[in-house]
T-cell receptor, first 112, second 111 residues
Framework: EAQVTQNPRYLITVTGKKLTVTCSQNMNHEYMSWYRQDPGLGLRQIYY???????DKGDVPEGYKVSRKEKRNFPLILESPSPNQTSLYFC???????????FGEGSWLTVV | DQQVKQNSPSLSVQEGRISILNCDYTNSMFDYFLWYKKYPAEGPTFLIS?????DKNEDGRFTVFLNKSAKHLSLHIVPSQPGDSAVYFC??????????FGAGTRLTVKP
């Protein structure tokens, strides 16, 4: 089954404690991205990757890092999480950047 | 600066009636528009799309209309069903660049 899988689905962490949200897709898609969803703001892109070893900033990259060492994986790293990073995060992939995007199920992150 | 705007955060409709969700955009370069549907505790799923060379695309109960001069698109659901209750996101992209999403509209279809 074609899917985008992200983990963990739910996490409560403390300010400053580094965390990683993993993302994996099995569709051999070149394009992957991370979004955060906040009330009244919709889905805002954090980072995206056009292919292996190619990453670029989206609209709200501050406080986040990503890496794309393999085509299928695109982890999101919060080096020093802060409460304003409490949000619902979605990983997504697509065959190309302008094509239909396939989303993971989301990761609820709370930073206290 | 939000380039894609959904000005109605919520919409309530009676089952069997038409649901109309609206979306406005500011970037005249956008050439591809999509609607996504999101249920609680799930990721958004693709619903329907339209290219800027068309003004209408239909898929079953769902029709998307594009008015390029007004920079407006809308999603019509006829007839609406309780299972259509979800948050609907409008999205737009241009020249295969990254997609921009609206804030979403929560549709409630009452039995």
């Amino acid at each position: 089954e074609a899917q985008v899988t992200q983990n963990p689905r739910y996490l409560i962490t403390v300010t400053g404690k580094k965390l990683t949200v993993t993302c994996s897709q099995n569709m051999n898609h070149e394009y992957m991205s991370w979004y955060r969803q906040d009330p009244g703001l919709g889905l805002r892109q954090i980072y995206y990757s056009m292919n292996v070893e190619v990453t670029d900033k989206g609209d709200v990259p501050e406080g986040y890092k990503v890496s794309r060492k393999e085509k299928r994986n695109f982890p999101l790293i919060l080096e020093s999480p802060s409460p304003n990073q409490t949000s619902l995060y979605f990983c997504a992939s697509s065959p190309g950047s302008g094509n239909t995007i396939y989303f993971g199920e989301g990761s609820w992150l709370t930073v206290v | 600066d939000q380039q894609v705007k959904q000005n109605s955060p919520s919409l309530s409709v009676q089952e069997g009636r038409i649901s109309i969700l609206n979306c406005d955009y500011t970037n005249s370069m956008f050439d591809y528009f999509l609607w996504y549907k999101k249920y609680p505790a799930e990721g958004p799923t693709f619903l329907i799309s339209i290219s800027s060379i068309k003004d209408k695309n239909e898929d079953g109960r769902f029709t998307v209309f594009l008015n390029k001069s007004a920079k407006h698109l809308s999603l019509h659901i006829v007839p609406s069903q309780p299972g259509d209750s979800a948050v609907y996101f409008c999205a737009a992209s241009y020249n295969n660049n990254d997609m921009r999403f609206g804030a979403g509209t929560r549709l409630t279809v009452k039995p």
